[in-house]
Each structure stands twice: as C-alpha cells, then as structure tokens.
C-alpha cells in the first residue's frame, strides 16, 4: 500500500473540504476543479490497500517494510486519559467499502463539475460534498466505535445540510429539518449503545470487543437486548428502514440530484455487518436470537413497503429512494439470517455482496436520474415521456432491469442468494426443533419473494414512463444540452456497474476469497462459479423468484411499455385498486404518522408550557420571590438597620470613647514619660520577685 493509506484516504477529502473557500477566492475554475483531483486521490490510497488484502500481508510501496499481517490494525494516542486510540482498520471488507465509496464519490463529484456548474452556492456544495465522501470513509475504515460514530455524525449533518441547501425555499428547509430531527433519534440510540458496551468492556476497539466478549455479560441485568437493539436503531435510522425510512425519499428528492448518487444510507447495513461477527459472537446470551429475528423482520417488511410505496410515486428520486431503502431491507434480512444460524458465512456472504454491487447499481440510477432530470428540467416521471439519449436508456436498463431481479443479471443472483438463505435458515431451525423460529423464517422468505416481485413492477413502470413513445413534453420546457463532463462519469459508471452487473455470477468466488483473510471466514464457502450454481439454481427460491418477478412485470409491462391498458382508467374502475393506490400514494400514512407525532408533540410542548409552565412553576417562583422579598424587607429593618447596624455603631462609639480617654495620657512631657517607664520597671522587678523569676 502506499505510505499511510489508511489514514490518507479519508483526510484528503476532508482537507480538500477546509481548503475549498480558498480555492474559491483563487479561481473558480480551480475551485470546481479541486474537489475531482482530492477524491481521485481518496481512490489512489484506497485501491492501493487492495493488494495487501488479497496476499495476506501489508507491505508500504515506498520503502519496501512490512508492515503487518492482515487484519491490521494501526492506531495513534488520542484521549490518553481514558485510553482511547485513534484507530484504522485495514481488512478486506473495510478495504473494498473504502474502494467502493471513494470511486462512487470520485464519479459524482465530477458529474457535478457539470451538473452544479451555474449554482451560486456552489462553493457551499463543494465543501459538503467532500465532507460527506470524508465521514463516510471515517466510518469504513475505522476500528474504534467512538471514531467511526464521529465520521457517522458528520455524515448525517452532511446529509442535512444537502437536504437544505436551497434552504430559501420553506418547504426544502423544512425536509432539511425532517432529515435532522428523523436522523437524530437514531443517532441518539447509537450513542446510548456504544456508551453501555464501552462501560462494561472498558474499550471502543472493534476488534478487541470481537477477541473478548464479557462485555456481553450485561445480559444479567437484561441490558444485552436492549443495547444491541438500540444499536440496531442507529443503523436503520441511517438505513431508511422501516419505520424511520420516510426521511430519505423527501431528503432526496430536494438535495443537489448529483449528491444522491453517494447516499449515505448504504452506511447503515455496512455498520451492521461490520458488527455482526461481534453479536453474533455473543449469540449464546439471552436476547441474542431475539434481536437478529427482529433486525431480519425489519429488514423484509421493509423490503416489501418500501416497494410497494415506490410503485405509486410519480417523483423519480422518491422512487429511487424507496428502491435503496427496499434494497437495504434484503441486505438487512440477509445479516439477521447470518447471525440466526450456526455458520454465519452464506448469510454475511449474501449481505455484503449485494452491499457491493447494489452501491453501484443504485449510483447508475440516481445519477441518469440527475442526468434525465437536467436535460428535461423537471423530477416528474410524466414530463419524462419522449426522451431521447442512448446513453441515458443504456443506463436506465442496465440499472432497473438489474434492481429488478431480470435473469441472469447480478440483483437475480443477489436476492436469489438471500431468499436462498432464508430457506436454510428455516430448514435448520426445524431440524433443531424450533418450530416458531422455521414458521418465522418462511415468512421472511415469502416477504423477500414478494418484495421482489413488486420491485420488478415499479423498475419496468419507471423506465416504460421516462422512455415511452412520443414527443417530449415537460411543462413548456426545452431540453438542455448536457455537459459532456456529465456524460463521462455516466458513461464510467455504466461500464463499472456493467461489468459487475453481468459477471455478477462470476465475481461471487473471487468476493468470498476476498474476505477470506476476516477472521471468522477462515473457510472457503464457495470456490467457484460451479458452486455458487449448485447452492442457488436447485433451490424452490430460483423457481419462485422467477414466477415473482413474472407476475411483477409483466402486467408493468402491459401497463406502461406496450401501453395495451390505461392505467389511470383501470384505477378508477376498480374501487380496490383506487383504495390501494391512494394508501400507498400517502405513503402508508406513515409519513402522516411522523406529522401527527410531530404535531402532538408540539400541541403537548405548548400546553404543557400553558398550564405548566407559566399556571404552575411561573406562578410559584413569583410567589417565591414575592415572599423572599418581603421578608427581605423585614430582615433590613429589623436585624439589619436595630441589630447589626445597632452594635456596629455602638462598638465603634465604644472604642473612639475608650480612645479618647486613653489620649489624655499621651501629654508628650519628657518626666511624666520618664516615671511611667520607672513605674513599669519597678512593676516587672516586682512580678519577677513574686514569681520566683519566672512570670507564667
């Protein structure tokens, strides 16, 4: 690797971020220009770690030193009163998302170079970009939880900030709010958690609460649930997950269109991944098996809603949003199967696997969304009819048809492979007698297959209303020529997602022999393609899959590609179908639910302020101090001025009386001066006699 890697790969987007303003005042031009050449060199330190993670060994390029055995933990004296390091991590999962989030954010920061170019806070944008593209790396390569909870904060005030940042029209401010308070409840829980754990391990090192876990042994005062749960809570905050999903499809859909493309919402399932060997680890204790059967629940109900509700949008970043947040809920349900069963390998395999190509994937779609949305200036599906643009359709196939689950492309294989690994789990718990466990573990199944059938409906809706035939038509709007710096980063991005895509099948050995060097892979699941096929295509998952993915396109193909039925008039034929379209176009009501919490928390806050507030506490201070000064009062005149004052003045009467007298005896006559001190001799020699010499 080159020298430092670890370490340079996510501060020089962070400098790049300070040094911005400065940039500014130089040259726009450079300014623009900048942030490309920072996050390009982000990706240099990134793909140079990739080497020393396939042979085992960490080697610095420079001077030839070995550096250490892989996983390799390098640290630096941070808090040395409570012993809390600064701390990176170089393995191979940390590695490949360092790889996977520096290249995505180097792509959408130069289709911004084009997309944002006319903006007048463009030097704002900048700044937050690589910020964001730095927290998010901080968050990768870490090794501390109190490290990586700082990258994870500064993330999501990124993701606020750009969520406002036409912060001058009131409803983008107030997403801009939405996003801040959603994203804090999470981040709240997180917090709690990583406290307790740190309290009863004594350490924020991931893998030094991975060698030891007594820290699980909080389970006796039936904390363990609790902590892990609201650990939970912080990913899925970050995640978009059910319920704490329906920030993101607004956050989205008012933020710069090019910054999507980098959502951070892919964190929140690296974040559990990256602590499920630790969990997983801790599965012998009471509450364990509860909180990985709630975290695969969450993840395929999440799955299934947010597809369903992405069917019914009109705005093509909300329906991307619920794509990613759908998505997200496979790779969720696929971590909790991971930590239900004995040999956690296939589960984490199926989970970060489609971690990786689903970051890609879904970057193709935002950013020929962005690209789709400048050309034609607007977001609405329907003023997207008639466009025209080989590389823009390209895109939008590979990437839909992909999200789709469309045979034989990667999203098939991947949500096969998760669905497969439901079937497993379910299996292994009837064998173990664990009969509520195998019920539970086919309805997740059947979730996951649903939920890929609907998702194969809303990608053909979405590419049949962008690309149907006809002439364009967006409001009166021409159609912008696009900078060609936008066409190069799509067209990157379309080849990288196509390579990955398409060998998708192929990649999987390669991927497991990646993570080969992660301690608790020491086995190789799959060795080759010849493997993978014989654990996947024989499965009853491949054979449903197909069917789900038939019945959801297909009638999204008669609807709005063939165009053989108007999908306007059959909803308002059906009183079923304008019930259901109207429930998931108020999305569930859950967002409605948000606003009437919202609402009533305020509506409380005010009349608790009313009654007690100013009828109760402002009443009783104004009696306290009502009371307290009238009997100041009192204590002045009496105490104070015939007491105090009284004997102060009395005392220093007293001792200018006594002063006056005493005087007197000061005449300054020489012999009455000279017979006092005769007097006072006499006086002592006299004492002396009495005394025996001695004066006690």
Request: hydrophobic share 55%.
């Given at each position: 690797m080159l020298p430092y890697a670890p370490w340079l790969c996510w501060l020089v987007p962070l400098i790049g971020s300070v040094l911005t303003p400065l940039f500014a005042l130089v040259h726009r031009k450079l300014r623009d220009y900048a942030p490309v050449a920072f996050v390009g060199a982000s990706v240099v330190f990134s793909l140079s770690m990739i080497p020393d993670v396939f042979t085992g060994k960490a080697v610095d390029w420079v001077s030839g030193e070995a550096l250490g055995n892989i996983p390799l933990d390098r640290q630096i004296p941070w808090v040395s009163s409570l012993g809390v390091n600064l701390e990176v991590l170089v393995d191979p999962f940390n590695v490949l998302m360092a790889v996977v989030v520096s290249s995505i954010g180097?792509?959408?920061?130069?289709?911004?170079?084009?997309?944002?170019?006319?903006?007048?806070?463009?030097?704002?944008?900048?700044?937050?970009?690589?910020?964001?593209?730095?927290?998010?790396?901080?968050?990768?390569?870490?090794?501390?939880?109190?490290?990586?909870?700082?990258?994870?904060?500064?993330?999501?005030?990124?993701?606020?900030?750009?969520?406002?940042?036409?912060?001058?029209?009131?409803?983008?401010?107030?997403?801009?709010?939405?996003?801040?308070?959603?994203?804090?409840?999470?981040?709240?829980?997180?917090?709690?958690?990583?406290?307790?754990?740190?309290?009863?391990?004594?350490?924020?090192?991931?893998?030094?609460?991975?060698?030891?876990?007594?820290?699980?042994?909080?389970?006796?005062?039936?904390?363990?649930?609790?902590?892990?749960?609201?650990?939970?809570?912080?990913?899925?905050?970050?995640?978009?997950?059910?319920?704490?999903?329906?920030?993101?499809?607004?956050?989205?859909?008012?933020?710069?269109?090019?910054?999507?493309?980098?959502?951070?919402?892919?964190?929140?399932?690296?974040?559990?991944?990256?602590?499920?060997?630790?969990?997983?680890?801790?599965?012998?204790?009471?509450?364990?098996?509860?909180?990985?059967?709630?975290?695969?629940?969450?993840?395929?109900?999440?799955?299934?809603?947010?597809?369903?509700?992405?069917?019914?949008?009109?705005?093509?970043?909300?329906?991307?949003?619920?794509?990613?947040?759908?998505?997200?809920?496979?790779?969720?349900?696929?971590?909790?199967?991971?930590?239900?069963?004995?040999?956690?390998?296939?589960?984490?395999?199926?989970?970060?696997?489609?971690?990786?190509?689903d970051a890609f994937v879904s970057a193709l779609l935002f950013l020929t969304a962005a690209y789709i949305s400048y050309a034609v200036g607007s977001d609405n599906l329907h003023h997207m009819g008639g466009f025209k643009s080989r590389i823009a359709h390209r895109s939008m196939e590979v990437g839909a048809l992909a999200l789709g689950g469309i045979p034989p492309l990667g999203g098939f294989w991947c949500t096969n492979w998760v669905q497969t690994v439901a079937l497993d789990f379910a299996g292994e718990a009837g064998t173990k007698g664990q009969f509520l466990l195998m019920i539970l573990g086919y309805v997740i199944f059947a979730l996951l297959i649903i939920g890929a059938g609907i998702t194969a409906f809303f990608c053909l809706r979405m590419m049949g209303l962008v690309f149907k035939r006809g002439g364009h038509k967006s409001e009166g709007k021409t159609v912008k020529k696009i900078p060609s710096v936008m066409r190069i980063s799509l067209v990157a991005t379309l080849a990288i997602t196509m390579f990955l895509d398409f060998l998708a099948l192929l990649l999987i050995p390669s991927f497991n022999r990646l993570l080969l060097h992660l301690p608790f892979l020491r086995t190789l699941t799959f060795s080759n393609i010849v493997d993978v096929l014989i654990y996947i295509v024989p499965s009853i998952s491949t054979v449903l899959t197909c069917v789900a993915v038939a019945v959801g396109g297909y009638p999204a193909y008669q609807l709005y590609i063939a165009r053989r039925l108007d999908p306007v008039k059959l909803i308002e034929e059906h009183r079923f179908l304008t019930k259901a379209h109207d429930f998931l176009w108020k999305r569930c009501y859950i967002d409605a639910l948000y606003h009437k919490v919202a609402d009533g928390t305020i509506t409380f806050s005010r009349r608790a302020y009313r009654y007690v507030e100013i009828s109760v506490i402002d009443r009783a201070n104004y009696a306290v101090a009502s009371f307290l000064k009238r009997l100041s009062q009192i204590m002045y005149k009496y105490p104070e001025l015939k007491g105090i004052d009284a004997l102060n003045y009395f005392i220093a009467n007293l001792v200018a009386s006594f002063s006056r007298y005493f005087r007197r005896i000061h005449t300054g006559v020489l012999s009455y001066n000279m017979l006092m001190a005769f007097i006072g001799a006499a006086l002592l020699i006299v004492l002396l006699f009495l005394f025996g010499g001695y004066i006690p």
């Amino acid at each position: 690797m080159l020298p430092y890697a670890p370490w340079l790969c996510w501060l020089v987007p962070l400098i790049g971020s300070v040094l911005t303003p400065l940039f500014a005042l130089v040259h726009r031009k450079l300014r623009d220009y900048a942030p490309v050449a920072f996050v390009g060199a982000s990706v240099v330190f990134s793909l140079s770690m990739i080497p020393d993670v396939f042979t085992g060994k960490a080697v610095d390029w420079v001077s030839g030193e070995a550096l250490g055995n892989i996983p390799l933990d390098r640290q630096i004296p941070w808090v040395s009163s409570l012993g809390v390091n600064l701390e990176v991590l170089v393995d191979p999962f940390n590695v490949l998302m360092a790889v996977v989030v520096s290249s995505i954010g180097l792509l959408v920061t130069l289709f911004s170079v084009g997309y944002m170019r006319r903006d007048p806070s463009l030097t704002r944008f900048w700044c937050l970009i690589q910020l964001f593209i730095a927290g998010y790396l901080m968050i990768v390569i870490a090794d501390n939880l109190l490290f990586m909870f700082i990258g994870w904060e500064i993330v999501g005030v990124c993701c606020t900030f750009l969520a406002a940042f036409w912060h001058k029209d009131p409803y983008k401010a107030h997403i801009g709010l939405k996003t801040f308070l959603v994203l804090r409840v999470g981040d709240v829980l997180l917090l709690a958690s990583i406290l307790i754990m740190y309290f009863y391990s004594g350490t924020f090192n991931l893998t030094a609460l991975g060698n030891n876990i007594d820290w699980a042994g909080l389970s006796g005062s039936g904390l363990l649930f609790i902590t892990v749960f609201m650990f939970f809570g912080g990913a899925i905050g970050k995640a978009a997950q059910f319920p704490l999903q329906e920030w993101l499809p607004d956050a989205l859909a008012t933020s710069p269109s090019s910054f999507n493309a980098v959502t951070e919402c892919l964190a929140g399932p690296f974040l559990m991944a990256r602590v499920l060997p630790i969990f997983h680890e801790a599965s012998g204790y009471g509450g364990m098996v509860s909180f990985f059967l709630v975290m695969a629940l969450v993840g395929a109900l999440t799955a299934v809603i947010s597809a369903l509700i992405a069917a019914t949008q009109i705005n093509i970043f909300k329906v991307l949003a619920y794509s990613v947040s759908s998505m997200i809920g496979y790779m969720m349900a696929a971590l909790g199967l991971a930590g239900l069963m004995a040999d956690l390998s296939w589960g984490y395999l199926a989970g970060t696997f489609l971690l990786t190509l689903d970051a890609f994937v879904s970057a193709l779609l935002f950013l020929t969304a962005a690209y789709i949305s400048y050309a034609v200036g607007s977001d609405n599906l329907h003023h997207m009819g008639g466009f025209k643009s080989r590389i823009a359709h390209r895109s939008m196939e590979v990437g839909a048809l992909a999200l789709g689950g469309i045979p034989p492309l990667g999203g098939f294989w991947c949500t096969n492979w998760v669905q497969t690994v439901a079937l497993d789990f379910a299996g292994e718990a009837g064998t173990k007698g664990q009969f509520l466990l195998m019920i539970l573990g086919y309805v997740i199944f059947a979730l996951l297959i649903i939920g890929a059938g609907i998702t194969a409906f809303f990608c053909l809706r979405m590419m049949g209303l962008v690309f149907k035939r006809g002439g364009h038509k967006s409001e009166g709007k021409t159609v912008k020529k696009i900078p060609s710096v936008m066409r190069i980063s799509l067209v990157a991005t379309l080849a990288i997602t196509m390579f990955l895509d398409f060998l998708a099948l192929l990649l999987i050995p390669s991927f497991n022999r990646l993570l080969l060097h992660l301690p608790f892979l020491r086995t190789l699941t799959f060795s080759n393609i010849v493997d993978v096929l014989i654990y996947i295509v024989p499965s009853i998952s491949t054979v449903l899959t197909c069917v789900a993915v038939a019945v959801g396109g297909y009638p999204a193909y008669q609807l709005y590609i063939a165009r053989r039925l108007d999908p306007v008039k059959l909803i308002e034929e059906h009183r079923f179908l304008t019930k259901a379209h109207d429930f998931l176009w108020k999305r569930c009501y859950i967002d409605a639910l948000y606003h009437k919490v919202a609402d009533g928390t305020i509506t409380f806050s005010r009349r608790a302020y009313r009654y007690v507030e100013i009828s109760v506490i402002d009443r009783a201070n104004y009696a306290v101090a009502s009371f307290l000064k009238r009997l100041s009062q009192i204590m002045y005149k009496y105490p104070e001025l015939k007491g105090i004052d009284a004997l102060n003045y009395f005392i220093a009467n007293l001792v200018a009386s006594f002063s006056r007298y005493f005087r007197r005896i000061h005449t300054g006559v020489l012999s009455y001066n000279m017979l006092m001190a005769f007097i006072g001799a006499a006086l002592l020699i006299v004492l002396l006699f009495l005394f025996g010499g001695y004066i006690p």
